[in-house]
């Protein structure tokens, strides 16, 4: 008589269990097989992977960019876009005092 006693005591936990099972169960018969799924999407796998590879032969193959002596890669652009002013050279006026053009 142990044995209907440990059920009731589990009881919640049984019943749980069967239920989760029940629902995994239906979920797989319902559900679309693999083979489904990947002949739905394999132009896009496969358009995906083309174009990892192209990433990676592109990698291999260019040559590493010619850097400025002193300056690192992208710091250039990085001066521009934090505006950073570059500096003004001011030229001195060529001319006298009547080159003006606002007479």
């Known amino acids: 008589m142990k044995i209907p006693e440990n059920l009731i005591k589990f009881k919640f936990q049984i019943l749980l269990a069967t239920t989760f099972s029940l629902i995994i169960l239906s979920l797989l018969y319902i559900a679309p097989s693999f083979l489904h799924i990947l002949a739905y999407f394999w132009p896009l796998l496969l358009s995906t992977a083309l174009f990892l590879v192209t990433v990676v032969v592109f990698g291999l193959t260019s040559p590493p960019g ?12 990085l001066d521009y876009v934090a ?21």
């Open 83 to 103: 505006g950073e002013p570059e500096p003004v050279v001011v030229l001195p006026e060529v001319g006298g005092e009547g080159c003006s053009n606002f007479d």
């Open 66 to 77: 010619a850097q400025v002596s002193g300056q690192k890669a992208g710091e250039g652009i």
